[in-house]
């Protein structure tokens, strides 16, 4: 009965190793991209953060949309929030412009020439989409991997390192 015990202890202690030895911490496993706001720049900034680094993807200086109740504060958050949310579903490769609700849109696509396939922000009445989404990237920092037309539209691919895997 004492060898069964300890057989018993032997098994169980194995199982706990097994487990704890497969629940690392997140830390340690490699990781991808996060994006995020980061409110303690001026103006805020949505942030990549990447193996590489830390890199700024948009700074939100406009307040056209503050009546709204869209601070630049609030439109970073919600938007670095989309940004995240498109990279972990596999959308996040190109940025290009559309319209939605009548209104001027920058979006996501997977693919060179498709469609929209996430709003990521609404543009202010009156400004040009292609001249806001050659403006959105931070000309100090490559976030870009090259720009076309395809189909009379401005796509921008992003670098690997932003890109949904």
């Not at 990237?137 to 490559?142: G, I, S, T």
């Not at 090259?146 to 189909?151: A, D, F, I, K, V």
Request: charge should be negative; charged fraction near 20%; include cysteine.
């Amino acid at each position: 009965m004492n060898n069964q015990k300890s057989g018993i202890i032997f098994s169980v202690i194995v199982i706990l190793q097994g487990f704890l030895s497969a629940c690392q911490p997140v830390d340690s496993l490699p990781r991808g991209t996060d994006y995020s706001c980061d409110l303690t720049q001026n103006p805020p900034a949505t942030i990549a953060r990447t193996s590489k680094g830390d890199i700024p993807v948009i700074r939100w200086k406009s307040t056209f949309f503050e009546g709204s109740g869209y601070t630049p504060e609030n439109r970073c958050m919600e938007v670095s929030e989309r940004f995240q949310t498109y990279y972990q579903t596999g959308l996040l490769h190109y940025l290009t412009t559309g319209v939605q609700n009548n209104q001027d849109i920058i979006c996501v696509t997977r693919t060179n020439g498709g469609n929209c396939s996430g709003l990521l922000l609404t543009l202010e009445p009156g400004d040009d989409p292609e001249q806001v989404l050659n403006d959105l990237v931070d000309p100090n920092v490559r976030t870009i991997e090259r720009s076309e037309r395809t189909g009379g539209k401005l796509y921008i691919e992003l670098i690997p390192e932003l890109k949904s895997p």
